[in-house]
């Protein structure tokens, strides 16, 4: 549960670090 909880704590710190980039690449290529 543990490793679970940090486990998505981590996606998350990713997903918003990432999501900027993610719109613009979608933005690009769709």
Request: a positive charge.
């Amino acid at each position: 549960m543990i490793y679970h909880n940090v486990h998505t704590f981590i996606l998350t710190k990713i997903d918003n670090f990432f999501n900027p980039f993610s719109k613009v690449v979608l933005t690009i290529f769709c």
